[in-house]
């Protein structure tokens, strides 16, 4: 079984940052894909960001490319999630999520096994 954990989330004004860490434990394999979605209130799941643990450039949905940046630190079985320029429209509860034995990037949420218990974010404008 996999267990992820989210941290990092909190109360960030319009046009500032935040980081956010995803912690795999339990048994975690050498390859597969971790992604970040989001849930805003009344709102559908959403894609964010996704990157594979070997290698490769990570995807980004379009609303945060050129702001949103995804890394690994696969010693620690951690990914990141560097948000930059946020705005009011960022705010959700942010989950990561991770599918193993995979070698492509998906963004549909049934593409994923396993979820962490999600972080809330919010951006005031």
């Known amino acids: 079984q996999v267990q992820l954990v989210e941290s990092g989330g909190g109360l960030v004004q319009a046009g500032g940052s935040l980081r956010l860490s995803c912690a795999a434990s339990g048994r975690t394999f050498s390859t597969g894909v971790v992604g970040w979605f989001r849930q805003a209130p009344g709102k559908e799941r959403e894609f964010v960001a996704a990157i594979t643990i070997s290698g490769g450039s990570p995807s980004y949905a379009d609303s945060v490319k050129g702001r949103f940046t995804m890394s690994r630190d696969n010693a620690k079985n951690t990914v990141y999630l560097q948000m930059n320029s946020m705005k009011p429209e960022d705010t959700a509860v942010y989950y990561c999520?991770?599918?193993?034995?995979?070698?492509?990037?998906?963004?549909?949420?049934?593409?994923?096994?396993?979820w962490g218990q999600g972080t809330q974010v919010t951006v005031s404008s």
């Open positions: 999520a991770a599918r193993y034995g995979f070698s492509s990037l998906p963004q549909r949420v049934g593409s994923y096994d396993y």
